[in-house]
């Protein structure tokens, strides 16, 4: 099973808001690798808690013949081609996506600066990303814990909130 993580908290010029925006981003995926799966939209929380406006969220689950490389290369390809900078960590973004699992691969490099790291290194203590996977794959085990995601979601502290969105009028 690979995994990606889609997030967003700014409003596009393009896509409008960041639902919207998510779901463009969907479509451009869609177009190098083949969609097995996706959750509902979520919003949530900035994580860490900041004043930063609350966050549209999805995972979505993909097939591909790309190494897990080529396939970040290609995921901060489509953030860039939506105007996504980098300059800080947990800045507000117009678009966020994280490979979060590439089927059980689990790379020795820890470090984020040093290479591809999976599974992703914090996805175990993000709410966002474990109500997602919970939802469209309640069987699937973290690579390193064995848990489900349902059981990581159990051991977060309340105060990463969540709910679905009502997407009605998103366009798919």
Excluded: C
Excluded at 19 to 41: C, E, K, P
Excluded at 132 to 154: D, F, G, K, M, Y
């Amino acid at each position: 099973m690979i995994l990606i993580a889609l997030g967003a908290n700014m409003p596009h010029p393009e896509h409008g808001d960041p639902v919207n925006t998510l779901a463009a981003a969907v479509r451009d995926i869609v177009n190098t690798v083949s969609l097995t799966g996706q959750s509902s939209w979520y919003r949530t929380a900035p994580v860490p808690a900041s004043d930063q406006t609350w966050f549209a969220n999805a995972v979505i689950s993909v097939e591909t013949d790309m190494q897990p490389d080529d396939l970040l290369a290609t995921l901060h390809g489509i953030e860039e081609d939506f105007g996504r900078v980098r300059r800080q960590k947990w800045e507000a973004r117009v678009l966020d996506l994280d490979l979060l699992v590439f089927h059980d691969l689990v790379t020795e490099n820890r470090e984020q600066g040093a290479g591809i790291v999976l599974p992703h290194p914090q996805m175990q203590e993000r709410a966002f990303v474990l109500a997602p996977i919970a939802e469209i794959a309640p069987e699937w085990r973290h690579p390193v814990s064995n848990l489900t995601a349902q059981e990581l979601l159990s051991r977060l502290p309340s105060e990463q909130a969540f709910d679905t969105i009502d997407t009605e009028d998103i366009p798919t």
